[in-house]
C-alpha cells in the first residue's frame, strides 16, 4: 500500500491545510536561568526545572534540578503547564532542533522554547511525533551557521504543520488520535525494552563486580605496565580540517570521532581514554576493544596484549573500578600513561581469564551489543516506529509550505 493510498483511508476525504504553530498555540515561550550564584534560588527548591539536555529524554516525567518559588520571582523562568511540548533552541553537538514532550508542569531554561497548543484544534501528541520528522529542516533553518546556530521564538511560531480536516474540529482530533494510537505502540514498546535493557545493565555491572572481585591473597597482582606493551608513541592527531575522508575508523577518547583513508594500527587493541570529563563521569567506557584497521588520535592510550582473552579481561576491570586515584586534574581531568601503566589489576591463570571473559562476553551481548540481544530489539522497533510514522505524517506539499 503506498503512503497516499494509506493516508487517504485515513483521512478518509478530509483535506488537510498547513497551519502556523503560533495560530494553534495557547502560548509559545522560552524560559530562563535564575542564578546559580544564589542559593536560595536553588536549595530546597520544588519546582523542577528542565535544562536543554533534558529534550534528549523526549517524554519528561521529572527533571534533574528544582528551582525555589523565590528563583522562579526573580528569573526569567516561566511554568509550562504539563502536555506542552519544549523544542531546544540552542545547545552543544545534536541538541538545537529537538523536541520532547513534558507530562508535568515546570520551568525550562532560556535555550528551550514551550509550546502549549489549544487542545480544542491540535492533539499535542500529534504534533509532537510530527515535529520529530522535521528535526534536520529545524536545524537547517536556524539562525546562524554551523553548529552554532539557532532557533527563536518566532521561527517555532512562524512554523508550519499538517492539520487535517481544519473545518471540523470534532473529525480532526479523531483522525490526530488514530494517528498518536498507532504510533504510541511502537513507542510504548521501545519503551519496555529500554527500561528492561537498563535493569539488565544493571545486573551486568553487579555480576561483573562480582566476578572481578578477588579475596585477599587469593591471586597475585600486577600493574598494568607489567601486562601489556604500550604503543603511545605511535599515535598521531589529524585536526579536521586535514583528514581524508575515508573508511578507515579515527579514534577518540571516548570512541570513533572521523572516517580517514589511512591508518596507524592494524590489530587488536585495548584503547583507555587519556583525558576528558568522561573520565569522572563515566557516561561511556572509558577502556574499549578496537580491531582491524584503525587510525588513533592523542586522547585514547593505546595498549596491546598477547591474547583476547587478557586484552577483554582488563578492559571488563577497568571499567568496572574506580579510577579516581589515577586522574590529575580536576576542570582537564587526565590519566597520563605513568599512572596508568601504575594501576594495580588483579592477574588470576590464563585459564581463570578465559572463563571470566567467557561469561562476561555472553552477557555483554545480551546487553551492548548492536547485533544481537536487546540492544538490536530496541532498534529495530524503533525503525519500525520511524517507518509508521513517515507513512502516517507524510501529507502532501510543496517544501515552500513548511519552511518559515
Known amino acids: 500500500m503506498s503512503n497516499m493510498s494509506f493516508l487517504e483511508k485515513l483521512l478518509d476525504g478530509a483535506k488537510v491545510e498547513?497551519?502556523?504553530?503560533?495560530?494553534?498555540?495557547?502560548?509559545?515561550?522560552?524560559?530562563?536561568?535564575?542564578?546559580?550564584?544564589?542559593?536560595?534560588?536553588?536549595?530546597?527548591?520544588?519546582?523542577?526545572?528542565?535544562?536543554?539536555?533534558?529534550?534528549?529524554?523526549?517524554?519528561?516525567?521529572?527533571?534533574?534540578?528544582?528551582?525555589?518559588?523565590?528563583?522562579?520571582?526573580?528569573?526569567?523562568?516561566?511554568?509550562?503547564?504539563k502536555n506542552s511540548l519544549v523544542i531546544a533552541l540552542a545547545g552543544q553537538g545534536k541538541t538545537r532542533g529537538k523536541v520532547a514532550r513534558i507530562r508535568i508542569d515546570l520551568t525550562t531554561n532560556q535555550s528551550l522554547a514551550s509550546i502549549t497548543v489549544k487542545e480544542d484544534v491540535v492533539n499535542s501528541d500529534y504534533l509532537y511525533h510530527f515535529l520529530k520528522t522535521q528535526y534536520e529542516n529545524l536545524r537547517q533553518i536556524s539562525s546562524g551557521s554551523g553548529t552554532r546556530g539557532g532557533l527563536n521564538l518566532q521561527i517555532i511560531s512562524n512554523y508550519k504543520f499538517p492539520l487535517p480536516c481544519p473545518e471540523n474540529p470534532k473529525k480532526s482530533l479523531e483522525i490526530q488520535a488514530e494517528i498518536v494510537r498507532i504510533l504510541e505502540t511502537f513507542t510504548e514498546l521501545t519503551t519496555e525494552l529500554t527500561a528492561e535493557l537498563g535493569k539488565r545493565k544493571k545486573q551486568f555491572h553487579?555480576?561483573?563486580?562480582?566476578?572481578?572481585?578477588?579475596?585477599?591473597?587469593?591471586?597475585?597482582?600486577?600493574?598494568?605496565?607489567?601486562?601489556?606493551?604500550?604503543?603511545?608513541?605511535?599515535?598521531?592527531?589529524?585536526?579536521?580540517?586535514?583528514?581524508?575522508?575515508?573508511?578507515?575508523?579515527?579514534?577518540?577518547?571516548?570512541?570513533?570521532?572521523?572516517?580517514?583513508?589511512?591508518?596507524?594500527?592494524?590489530?587488536?587493541?585495548?584503547?583507555?581514554?587519556?583525558?576528558?570529563?568522561?573520565?569522572?563521569?563515566?557516561?561511556?567506557?572509558?577502556?574499549?576493544?578496537?580491531?582491524?584497521?584503525?587510525?588513533?588520535?592523542?586522547?585514547?592510550?593505546?595498549?596491546?596484549?598477547?591474547?583476547?582473552?587478557?586484552?577483554?579481561?582488563?578492559?571488563?576491570?577497568?571499567?568496572?573500578?574506580?579510577?579516581?586515584?589515577?586522574?590529575?586534574?580536576?576542570?582537564?581531568?587526565?590519566?597520563?600513561?605513568?599512572?596508568?601503566?601504575?594501576?594495580?589489576?588483579?592477574?588470576?591463570?590464563?585459564?581463570?581469564?578465559?572463563?571470566?571473559?567467557?561469561?562476561?562476553?555472553?552477557?555483554?551481548?545480551?546487553?551492548?551489543?548492536?547485533?544481537?540481544?536487546?540492544p538490536r530489539e530496541i532498534e529495530l522497533r524503533q525503525k519500525q516506529y520511524e517507518f509508521y510514522r513517515d507513512l502516517l505524517l507524510s501529507f502532501p506539499t510543496l517544501d515552500s509550505e513548511v519552511m518559515v
Open 206 to 374: 553487579y555480576y561483573r563486580n562480582q566476578v572481578l572481585s578477588f579475596k585477599e591473597g587469593e591471586v597475585e597482582w600486577k600493574m598494568l605496565g607489567e601486562l601489556a606493551e604500550n604503543l603511545d608513541s605511535k599515535r598521531k592527531p589529524i585536526t579536521s580540517g586535514l583528514r581524508d575522508a575515508g573508511e578507515i575508523p579515527y579514534y577518540g577518547a571516548s570512541g570513533i570521532v572521523d572516517y580517514v583513508k589511512d591508518y596507524i594500527f592494524d590489530g587488536d587493541f585495548l584503547l583507555v581514554s587519556e583525558d576528558g570529563a568522561n573520565l569522572l563521569a563515566r557516561n561511556t567506557p572509558i577502556a574499549f576493544s578496537i580491531s582491524g584497521k584503525t587510525w588513533v588520535n592523542n586522547h585514547a592510550h593505546v595498549l596491546k596484549f598477547d591474547t583476547y582473552a587478557e586484552r577483554r579481561y582488563v578492559e571488563y576491570y577497568l571499567n568496572s573500578i574506580d579510577l579516581t586515584p589515577y586522574i590529575s586534574g580536576a576542570a582537564q581531568p587526565k590519566l597520563n600513561k605513568k599512572n596508568l601503566e601504575s594501576i594495580s589489576i588483579p592477574n588470576p591463570s590464563l585459564e581463570e581469564k578465559e572463563r571470566i571473559v567467557a561469561t562476561l562476553d555472553k552477557f555483554d551481548a545480551l546487553t551492548n551489543s548492536s547485533i544481537e540481544g536487546l
Open 18 to 81: 498547513w497551519k502556523r504553530l503560533g495560530d494553534v498555540s495557547k502560548k509559545i515561550t522560552s524560559g530562563g536561568t535564575p542564578q546559580t550564584g544564589v542559593p536560595e534560588y536553588w536549595e530546597g527548591g520544588t519546582i523542577p526545572w528542565m535544562s536543554s539536555g533534558e529534550v534528549n529524554l523526549e517524554t519528561v516525567y521529572r527533571t534533574e534540578n528544582f528551582i525555589t518559588d523565590i528563583g522562579l520571582k526573580n528569573s526569567s523562568a516561566k511554568v509550562v503547564p
